[in-house]
């Protein structure tokens, strides 16, 4: 057979990609990724008692819109580098935003601080825990959204699968700030960060073997 009837017929029937398929498909991964997340961590860790009372504070948000402002960069990231070539540039400068304005509130609270009291602000009670609680909590949304990922054409696969990760990740702590009860900004910006970071290294070890094409 001729190349050019190869072509033909591969291309024969073939019908355009719908332009919102891939990000409703990230969307949609990403929502039962954290309903996952959400089925593990009850059982598991259970809910903050406090929780009715602590949505009515600042800092609750304040940690909940960090977190999920960074699982939004890494769906930015996911989307784009699902596509051979296509530019990131928006997914990178969100991760450097909330990255910067987290480190920023941070260091204000720690100047605030009395300086008996900044190891609680940075340790908590929990750091040693907070970490894996959310790397384990974001492996089931990783895991879908690299399946998600393998249907398109991905090239950079390390990237790729880092971005499938940050966006597990953020959404896995999210949902893990439903029963976590710390909530200075030094603690976060440490803690739960790392816990990320474990999920978007988890995503970039596991990318160019899940992703290749």
Known sequence: MKTDELIALLAHDATPVKRGML???????????????????VPWLGIRPDLA??????????????????GIAGFALVERLSRPGAKAAVGWALTCFFAIVIV????????????????????????????????????PG???????????APTRLTLAGA????????????IYGLHCAETAAPFVALWYSLGIILSAIAGAVLGPRVLRW
Do not use: H, N
Not at 23 to 40: D, E, K, N, Q, Y
Not at 142 to 152: S, T, V, Y
């Open 163 to 174: 971005a499938a990760g940050l966006l597990a990740g953020g959404v896995a702590a999210t």
């Open 104 to 139: 920023a509130i941070a260091g204000s609270q720690l100047m605030a601080t009395p300086p008996e009291q900044v190891r609680d602000a940075v340790m908590g009670t929990t750091w040693d825990r907070c970490p894996w609680r959310i790397l384990v909590l974001s492996l």
């Open 53 to 70: 009372e602590a949505v009515t504070g600042s800092t609750f948000w304040m940690k909940a819109i960090y977190t999920s402002g960074l």
């Open 23 to 41: 990000p409703l498909r990230f969307v949609m991964f990403a929502l039962i990724g954290a309903l996952a997340a959400f089925i593990i961590l």
């Open 142 to 152: 990783l895991a879908m959204i690299l399946l998600a990922m393998r249907g398109f």
